[in-house]
C-alpha cells in the first residue's frame, strides 16, 4: 500500500494518506535548537540537547502515538466543529478530512482541507536561530464568509532535563510557571541548574484568549483529542502555577470568501522581554554563548509573512547547496531519489543527533559513541569538511595513549588529558580502529596529507600526530590480542551484543586492524612515511597466519573464545554463520581473493533474505560458554539476535562490489533500500525515506517490518557503499578515482559532486553491460590512464568521462 | 462539591462520581506484589520494586491522565455498542453511565450500569499472593436475554525496570513475546539480569479471543477508549514478538433475564506451566525465594468465585484485624473515619512503599529515606511491631561508626559493616537524631528495655547496643556545631531545601538534638542507666545558652549562616519566620514555656491559614548569601517555599497539645484534615480519605489544592498527633499513659487499643468541658493516682477510665 511519493524536485517527501503504519518523522533545525515533527505534527523540540534540553514535551511510547506536538486547532464559530491542522489530534475522518503532509530539508508541511476550509500549516526552525516557527494559512475557497477561530497547544516541559521532565513528577509539576502578558506567553521554570525561560507569541492576528494551564485547556478527562477550550471555543486566560504549562493562544480570523489568512505562532528559548543568557556550562558550543534576543524582538523582526518566507527559502537553499555536493543520476529513480535527497539528509542527522534524540531515542543518550561516531563522518565529509574534522579531532583527543578509545565521548564537557584511562575489559576493540578509515577519508577528501602531521592530545595522557593516533590504535589492537593471534573482543566489538572478553578474539576486529593495517599502510606510503609503511605490511603479514586458521571451511568464523569455542562455525547448531567476519574479511583484503568468493557466496546461501541480509543464523536460543550472547535477549529475528541488522548489510554491499559482483550487489543494495517500499509500506512499516536500524529476520513473524529509523551507522555506510564502492566515485590523495561496479543491466549514469573546492562532473558509460572495469577515462576530454582523474587535471566544472568495458 | 462518603462500616470510600478532581486512588497488595488502582481502574502493578519489577506498565502524568489500567471493556453484540467495567477509558456520559467506586482495604470495587446490564469488576491481591484479580459479575436485570462480549486489556511492561520500560525503546521494545495456549497467555522477556514471566488468565468463561499485541488490539491511531478489537467485536489473534505486549482475553456471555455470570481474570507473576523462580539477588526478602506456582495451578486452585469471595473476605478481616489495633470513638465524625481506616490505612501504605511507587512517584526512589523511615514506624509499631523492629534494625545498621547516617538505605541491597562513610557534608543533619524517637517508640510500647542491649552493627564499621546507637547520634550532632554552638546543618536538615551546609547551623536539627538528648536521658533513667542519664542532663544544660541566642525576640531563628545572616529572623523580608524552629522548641521541651508560647502564638499570627500552616513566610524569591535555598525552585506557596507541608502541620498540633492548648491544637487538625474537604473536594482535590504532602499556600493561586497524596511523612505524624497528643494515649515503659488535651467542646472520647497483647479501652470524659487535665483515671474500676494505667495493672479487655477536669 502507498502512503506517499517522493518530490524530488523539490526534494520533499510527500505523504498523501497521514494515517501510515508508524509515525513518519522528519527533523528539524540545528544543534543549537531541534527538533522531531511526525506526519501528525507530533514531536518535541529540545534545545542543545534532546536530554538535558526539552522544550517541547514527548510522551514516548504513548497511547495516544507519538504526542504531543505543534497541535493548531481551526474551529468553525459558526458550527462548533473543529479539527486540527494536522489530521491528529482530532482525527476527523480521512473521507472528509484531506491530508498532505510534505516533509522537506528541515520543514514540514501541513496542508489540509475540512469542511470548506484549506490550511496549511509550516514548521521549521531557522537557520541559527532558538526558536521555530508554526506558520498557518488559512483560507476560505467557498463562496460565504467563514468564522475560524485557531488555538495553539504547545505542551511545554516542566524541565530542561527530561527525566526530571517525566519521572520526578513530585519535583518538576512545581517548579512552573507560566504567565500571559500583550499577547506572549512567558514560561519560567527554576531547575537546580539554571534559571531557563521559554516565549510563544503569534503575529498576524490579535489575540482573543489564552491558557498556560495544560489541564484547563484540554480539560478533565479528556486528550487533545477533543480540548476542552477548542470544543467551548474560548480559552478561559488561566496562567499556571505548578502542574503542567502550556501554550495556547487564541485568534479568531473572519475570512470573506477566497480571502486567505496568515498567522505566525513562534516558540523560542529565552524571555518575551528581556535578552537572555544560558548559563549552563558549554564546552566547544560558541554558539550558545551569546545572548538570546528577547521574544517580543524576535516577534517582531521574524513574524512576518515575508520574512517566513525568506527564511524558509533560505533553509531550502542551504540544504540545496549542501546536498549539492553529491548528486546523482542513474538508470534507478529509487537510488536517485534516496541519495540526492533523503538519504543524503539522514546522514547529516545522524552526524548531528547521534543516537540521542528520535522516538525511540528518548534522551538518555547525550554522548556521542565513539565508533557510530567515526562510521557517521565518512558520508558527510564531502559536504561539511570542517565539520567533520573538529567532530574527528574530538574523537582523536578521545582515543587514551595506550591506543584505545572511550566508548563514550561527551562533547560538552570532555577535557582531553583528563579522562580517565578504562581498564582494558572496558574498551570496545573497535572503536579506535575505525579512525584509520575516517582520516583516510578526511585525507582522501581534501588532498591534505599535512593532517596526518596535526599534534592532538590524548584522552588520558601526552599528545601526538594525527598519524600516531592512528599507529597506537593499531599497536593497543597488535598489543591486545588472545592465543589464537587474534584480536581480543573485550567489552565488545561493533556487535554490541557479543562479549569476548580480554580471553576470547574478535574475527570483526582482527579484520578491523588488518583494514586498518592496509589504510595505514597507503597513508604512510602516500605521506613518505617509510618506516611506518615498513612496520604496516610486515605487521600484516604477522597476522595472516592467524586470520587463514580462522577459516571454518566456507567462511570466516565470527570470534573465539578462551577455551577454544569458536562462534560463527557450521559445527554449532545456532549462530553458524555470522555476516559481519566475511564481509570485513572481503573488505579488508586480508584474506585471498577465493576465500573472500566463497565466504560471501556462503553468506548468500545462508543469510540473504528479500528484506536484506540477516546478521547471523540461526539466530541463538542458548547461551555459549565462553562467549557473552547478550543478544539472547532479543527473539530470534530481532535486532542483533539473526535481524537484518542494516548497517552491516552495506558492508556486503561494499564487499560485493570490491569482489567486482555488481548484480548481487545491487540485489543487496535494493533489498534494504527504504524507497523500494514506497509501495510495499505496510510491509516496510518505516518511513520509506530513511534507513532504519534493523528489519525483522526471517525468523521473526514481522519478518520485513524495519524498526528505529534515522539515527543508525546504516545511513553513513550505506551512502559510502552506493556513492563510493556502487558507483564508485571515491576521493583519493592523488584525486577522483572512478571505478564503478554496477548490474549489468545499467546503461550508465551521471554523477555531480564537490571535489576539494570544484565541482566535478562524473559521466559513466556501459555499452557492453559489464559490472567493472574501466576502459577508457577522459577528463574535459583529455584521455587518463587507469581510473584516476588526477587531482592536477581536475578544475571547477570539469568533466570526468568513463566508459566500462 | 461532593464526590464520595465514607463508609465506615464497610471500612471503605465511596466514590459516587468517577470524574473527581484528580485521581483519587487505592494501594493493593503487599512488598512481594502490589498496584495502584484509580477511581477508573487506572495504575500499575509492580513485584517486589516499583522501580524494578514493573509488571503493568503506568505512563505517568499522562494525556489521557493515569492510564492504561485494569480494563474491561463490556460490548452488547446486538448493538456492538461498548463500555468499560471502569468509567475511564471508555468514558461514556455520566448521565447515561452509572457508577460507583468502593475503595476498600486492599481492594477496589467498580460498579457499573449501562444500557440495562449492570457489572460489578474487584480488583485485590489477595494475600501473600503474586498475583492480582479481576473479578467481574456481570448482571442482566432486564426481561430480555444479553450477549455481552468481555474483552480484558492489560498493558504489560516490557521490562521490570521502569525506566528500560518507558525509556530505553532502542532495546526494551525488542525484548518482549506473548503467546497463548489453551486460554492464557504468557509474557515472557529476557531482560539482562533474569529471565521473567507473567502469565493472565480468564476463568468462568471460554475464551473465544485473544490478542497480545498492544498495538493490534487498539489499533491504528486509537486509544484505550476506543479499540479497534472491542469497536470490531473480535480479538485478532495475535502474539506478539517485539513492540507492546498486552493481555486481552475475549469471553461471550449470554445472559437470560435476571441472569448473574462471575468471570475471573487473573494476571500474576511466572510461568503459566512451570513454576518459576526469581533468580534476581533478595537480601532480607525471604518471601520472594520460593518458587511461584505455575499460572495454570494457580487459576485452578483461585479462580473460583467461591475462592475468590473467601480471599476478599480474608484480607478483609486481615486488615480489620490489623486496624483493630487501634480505634477511636469521638464526637467528631471525620476524625474517627480517617483514624479508624483510611488515615491508619495510609500509614500502612507509606510504612510499606515509602516514597516510591504512586502516580508521582515513578519508581526512581527504590530506597528508603533515612528520615522518611525513622518516622514512617511511629504510626503502625502498635500494630505491626515485630515488621517495624525490623526496619528500626535496618535504620540502625544503617548508622555509620561515627554517628550519622546513610541519607538512603537500600534494603535489597544494604550491607551493614560495608557500606562507604559518607563525608560530612554528605550528611543530612537530623537523619540519626531521629532513631531516639524510633527508638523510645518501639521500647514504649512493648515495654521492652532489654531492646536497648540488642548490638546491631553499623553502616561502615563496628558494632553497638542500641543505646549506644543512640548516643553516637548524639555525640555526631554535638561534635558537629558550628560557632553559635547550634548543630551544623550539612547536606539539609528535614526541611531538604534549606542547606546550612558544614559551616551553617540549623535550629531545627539543634532542637532535635534536644530533644534525642531529652528523650535518651528518659531511656537511661528507665534502664539504669546513670552515667548516660548524667551525660544527656549535662548536654542538654550546655546547649540552653546557644538555644537562647537563637531567640528572634518573638520566635526562634531557623538557621544561621557562617557570616552570622539568620533565616526566619523579623529582621529578614523574606522567610522571616519560619514553622519548624517553633514547633520543635515547644516539642522538645528545650525552652521556656513562655517563649514557647509566644512562638507558636507567632506561628499562629503569621503562619496559620485556614487550609494549614504554612511552613514559612514571606516565601522567598531571592538567594540568601551563606544559605543553599533550593526551594527557590519552587514559585511561592508551593511545597518547602511557603506552602502547607502537611508534615510539619502534624508538629504543630503536637506543639500546641504539649502547651495544652486543646483547642488551637484540634484547630490545627482539623484544619488540612483530609475528610473536612469531603463535601469542597473542587478546592482540596486530592483524595478526601488521605494526607498529602503538601496543599498550596495563601500566596499560591492554587491555595488549597492539595498535592502529591498518599505517600508522605505526613501520615504517620498526624497519626502520632491525633491519637498521642489530642487523644493523648501513650505507651510508655510503665504503662499507658492517658493525658488528653481535646478541644473544650468535648464531652469525652473512646479509644480501644492494643497493648502488649491485651486489648485496652479508654474511656475519657469530660464534664468541665476543659482540653487537658486528668482529674481521676480508674483502670477496671481501681483508682490509679496521675494518669498512667500502670502495666501490671492492664489485661486483656481492661477498661481505663480518665475524667478531666
Known amino acids: 500500500m502507498r502512503y506517499g511519493y517522493f518530490d524530488d524536485a523539490a526534494r520533499e517527501y510527500v505523504i498523501t494518506r497521514p494515517d501510515t503504519p508508524r509515525s513518519w518523522i522528519n527533523y528539524l533545525g540545528s544543534r543549537l535548537y531541534g527538533g ?35 497541535y493548531l486547532y481551526l474551529r468553525d464559530d459558526a458550527t462548533g466543529d473543529y479539527w486540527s491542522a494536522s489530521w491528529q489530534p482530532v482525527g476527523k475522518p480521512l473521507d472528509e478530512y484531506a491530508a498532505r503532509v510534505r516533509h522537506g530539508l528541515g520543514y514540514s508541511v501541513f496542508e489540509a482541507e475540512y469542511a470548506g476550509v484549506r490550511s496549511e500549516l509550516t514548521c521549521f526552525i531557522p537557520a541559527g536561530q532558538a526558536f521555530e516557527y508554526w506558520s498557518l494559512e488559512v483560507h476560505n475557497p467557498g463562496d460565504r464568509p467563514r468564522t475560524i477561530s485557531v488555538f495553539s497547544y504547545a505542551e511545554l516541559a516542566n524541565e530542561w532535563h527530561h527525566r526530571q521532565d517525566l519521572e ?12 500571559y502578558r500583550d499577547g506572549m506567553i512567558h514560561r519560567r521554570n527554576s531547575t537546580r541548574e539554571a534559571t531557563s525561560d521559554l516565549w510563544f507569541g503569534v503575529a498576524g492576528a490579535e489575540v482573543v484568549g489564552f491558557d498556560t494551564d495544560r489541564d484547563a485547556f484540554l480539560g478533565p478527562y479528556r486528550t487533545q483529542a477533543r480540548p476542552l477550550a477548542v470544543e467551548r471555543g474560548a480559552c478561559s486566560g488561566t496562567e499556571t502555577v505548578g502542574d503542567n504549562a502550556c501554550a495556547s493562544l487564541q485568534v479568531r480570523l473572519e475570512l ?61 537553499a542551504e540544504w540545496a547547496e549542501r546536498l549539492g555536493t553529491l548528486q546523482v543520476r542513474t538508470p534507478d529513480p529509487e537510488l536517485n531519489s534516496m541519495v540526492n535527497v533523503w538519504h543524503a539528509y539522514q546522514t547529516h542527522m545522524t552526524f548531528s543527533w547521534s543516537r540521542g534524540v528520535s522516538l525511540v531515542e528518548a534522551g538518555d543518550r547525550d554522548g556521542l559513541g565513539y565508533r557510530d561516531t567515526a562510521q557517521d563522518v565518512l558520508a558527510v565529509v564531502h559536504a561539511i569538511p ?208 577465493e576465500r573472500a568468493v566463497r565466504a560471501m557466496d556462503a553468506v548468500h546461501e545462508h543469510l540473504a533474505t528479500e528484506h536484506g541480509v540477516a546478521l547471523c543464523d540461526p539466530p541463538h536460543t542458548h547461551p555459549m560458554p565462553g562467549i557473552g550472547l547478550s543478544l539472547l535477549v532479543f527473539p530470534p529475528g530481532h535486532k542483533e539476535n539473526g535481524g537484518i541488522f542494516c548497517h552491516a548489510n552495506a558492508w556486503a554491499v561494499v564487499a560485493e562490489a570490491m569482489l567486482g559482483r555488481g548484480d548481487r550487489a545491487y540485489a543487496y543494495y535494493r533489498a534494504y533500500l527504504p524507497a523500494r517500499y514506497d509501495d510495499d509500506a505496510e ?21 520485513g517490518q524495519a524498526r528505529n529509523p534515522w539515527l543508525t551507522g546504516t545511513a553513513s555506510w550505506t ?12 576521493p583519493e590523495v592523488a584525486g577522483l578515482r572512478v571505478d564503478p561496479c554496477i548490474p549489468t543491466a545499467w546503461d550508465g549514469f551521471e554523477v555531480v559532486r564537490a571535489f576539494r573546492g570544484r565541482r566535478v562532473q562524473v559521466r559513466v558509460t556501459n555499452p557492453h553491460h559489464v559490472s567493472r572495469g574501466v576502459a577508457a577515462m577522459e577528463v574535459d576530454g583529455v584521455p587518463v590512464s587507469g581510473c584516476v582523474a588526477p587531482d592536477a587535471l581536475l578544475r571547477d566544472g570539469s568533466v570526468v568521462t568513463v566508459r566500462l568495458g
Chains 1, 2 share one sequence.
Open 256 to 316: 470573506a470568501p477566497g480571502e486567505r489568512r496568515q498567522v505566525i505562532f513562534c516558540l523560542g528559548v529565552g524571555h518575551p522581554d528581556e535578552p537572555w543568557r544560558d548559563e549552563r556550562p558549554r564546552i566547544g558550543d560558541p554558539a550558545g554563548a551569546a545572548p538570546l534576543p528577547p521574544g517580543r524582538r524576535v516577534m517582531a523582526e521574524y513574524a512576518t509573512p515575508e520574512r517566513v518566507a525568506a527564511e524558509l527559502a533560505a533553509l531550502r
Open 168 to 179: 520526578n513528577l513530585q519535583y518538576s509539576q512545581y517548579v512552573v510557571t507560566a504567565t
Open 719 to 730: 551512502y559510502v557503499a552506493v556513492t563510493q564502492h556502487l558507483l564508485g566515485v571515491r
Open 683 to 703: 510491509t516496510h512499516q518505516a518511513e520509506p525515506y530513511v534507513y532504519a536500524q534493523f528489519t525483522h529476520g526471517p525468523s521473526s513473524p514481522r519478518f
Open 36 to 70: 522531531i515533527v511526525t506526519q501528525n505534527a507530533g514531536g518535541y523540540s529540545f534545545y542543545r540537547s534532546g536530554g538535558t534540553g526539552r522544550v517541547l514535551r514527548m510522551r514516548f511510547n504513548g497511547v495516544p502515538v507519538d504526542e504531543p506536538g505543534r
Open 386 to 593: 570542517d565539520a567533520v574534522r573538529e567532530r574527528l579531532g574530538l574523537l582523536l583527543t578521545a582515543q587514551t595513549a595506550e591506543g584505545g578509545a572511550l566508548p563514550l565521548v561527551k562533547p560538552l564537557s570532555h577535557t582531553p588529558g583528563r579522562e580517565p584511562t578504562p581498564r582494558l575489559e572496558e574498551y570496545r576493540s573497535d572503536d579506535a580502529l575505525w579512525l584509520p578509515i575516517s582520516v583516510a577519508a578526511v585525507v582522501g577528501e581534501s588532498g591534505d596529507l599535512g593532517y596526518l602531521d596535526v599534534v592532538l592530545p590524548f584522552a588520558d595522557d601526552g599528545e601526538a600526530s594525527v598519524f600516531d593516533h592512528l599507529r597506537r590504535a593499531l599497536e593497543f589492537s597488535l598489543a591486545h590480542r588472545g592465543p589464537n593471534g587474534l584480536v581480543q573482543g573485550l567489552a565488545a566489538d561493533w556487535n554490541d551484543c557479543l562479549q569476548f572478553g580480554t580471553t576470547g578474539e574478535s574475527m570483526f576486529s582482527t579484520f578491523l586492524l588488518a583494514n586498518g593495517l592496509r589504510v595505514v599502510h597507503e597513508l604512510a606510503v602516500a605521506s613518505g612515511r617509510d618506516e611506518a609503511a615498513a612496520w604496516c605490511a610486515d605487521r600484516l603479514a604477522e597476522l595472516e597466519p592467524a586470520i587463514d586458521a580462522a577459516w571454518d571451511g566456507d567462511w570466516f568464523v565470527r570470534g573465539v573464545s578462551a577455551t577454544g569455542a569458536a562462534l560463527g562455525s557450521a559445527a554449532a547448531d545456532e549462530g553458524r554463520i555470522y555476516l559481519e567476519p566475511n564481509v570485513w574479511a572481503a573488505i579488508s583484503g586480508a584474506t585471498s581473493r
